[in-house]
């Protein structure tokens, strides 16, 4: 029927924690740090029942269910579940775009029975790990996903793009991929509350608020109309580190202290993708939430921890933040691959 596949892990970091810890199933867990400033990574289903989600403050989400169950995030944990998982997934189909550790696109157009092919996917993919899948199937990108979410967990739903506008008319726009929270509160202000109505508006209503792109974008993405095309390799233009602090920071040693070991991450990170990079970057929270980044190009890739450090540094004490910091991180783009990058070695650094 359609071409197009979304594969989403039904709360994967929650439950691979609860694979290493069974005997927390059933129960309300939040895979969260335990900082004042901690967030909600992802949460059980069962604690979700509570009103918990994603990027939520942990202290309200503590407050909305005091029994719940603070796990801390184990991102090794993940990285190694996810391999797991799109190994099985690219064994089934040829051509497969990863969009994160939990989810990825999947082109059906060559299988001769696309949704058996899928129910046996998810099938071995529970045999196999443990964890349970949910699949949408549309003819475009925006049709298949927003039907993965639609019956989640463990949801199978195959939609036309004419039935996806039927069954989410009276959903709000913000149910469609791309249109943002704040995008949903200026149609809000246009008194555009549902898919429907965004689907109906004039284009050049949505013009004259939104622009020559975007206006045309979102009545496109309320209709359900989106590309079928995947890209199979996602080429990342970045990678950073970023750590936000359970209190403000205003000791400059200390702040240079976190740089460098997020340096140190960041660039062992690299070393491991073959990977290395010319643009340098930091990026600083202040106590009033002024957020400011400062980059420079050096001379050569690197993945040089003393390197990229020091780059991260000088930039770091020539911005000399005024107030406390919040959050501080650092960044590498700018990335070359290949020979040439794997036999780049020490560099200097331009004057």
Do not use: W
């Not at 990825?104 to 157009?109: C, G, N, P, R, T």
């Not at 400062?294 to 050569?300: Q, S």
């Amino acid at each position: 029927m359609a071409p197009i596949a979304h594969l989403d892990i039904d709360a994967f970091y929650a439950s691979v924690e609860l694979l290493r810890r069974p005997e927390l199933r059933g129960l309300p867990v939040i895979v969260s740090g335990s900082g004042p400033r901690a967030v909600v990574t992802t949460a059980s289903y069962e604690a979700r029942r509570f009103g918990i989600g994603s990027a939520m403050p942990t202290s309200r989400a503590r407050r909305l269910c005091p029994d719940a169950i603070l796990v801390p995030p184990d991102f090794d944990a993940y990285r190694a579940a996810s391999r797991g998982v799109m190994a099985l997934v690219r064994r089934a189909v040829e051509r497969v775009e990863v969009v994160g550790l939990d989810e990825a696109y999947l082109d059906l157009v060559d299988l001769v029975a696309p949704r058996a092919a899928m129910r046996r996917l998810v099938s071995d993919i529970q045999d196999a790990t443990g964890l349970d899948c949910s699949i949408g199937i549309g003819p475009n990108r925006i049709v298949a996903k927003v039907a993965s979410d639609a019956e989640k967990p463990r949801g199978f739903v195959c939609l036309t793009r004419e039935q996806a506008c039927q069954r989410f008319a009276d959903h709000p726009p913000g149910l469609v991929p791309g249109i943002g929270p704040k995008t949903a509160a200026r149609l809000e202000q246009m008194g555009i509350t549902t898919l429907r109505a965004l689907a109906a508006t004039p284009v050049d209503v949505l013009v004259a608020r939104f622009g020559a792109n975007h206006g045309p974008d979102l009545r496109r993405r309320a209709r359900f109309e989106a590309s079928a095309r995947l890209t199979p390799v996602r080429t990342a233009h970045s990678e950073s580190r970023e750590t936000t602090f359970d209190y403000d920071i205003s000791d400059a040693a200390r702040l240079e202290e976190i740089l460098t070991d997020l340096a140190r991450q960041l660039c062992e990170r690299l070393a491991r993708q073959e990977r290395r990079g010319r643009n340098v970057a930091i990026k600083v929270r202040l106590s009033d939430f002024t957020t400011v980044t400062r980059a420079r190009m050096i001379a050569e890739a690197t993945n040089d921890p003393a390197v990229v450090s020091g780059v991260a540094l000088e930039l770091l004490r020539e911005y000399a933040p005024a107030r406390p910091v919040r959050l501080l991180g650092v960044r590498v783009a700018s990335f070359e691959r290949g020979e040439a990058a794997r036999d780049a070695g020490q560099l200097a650094l331009p004057l």
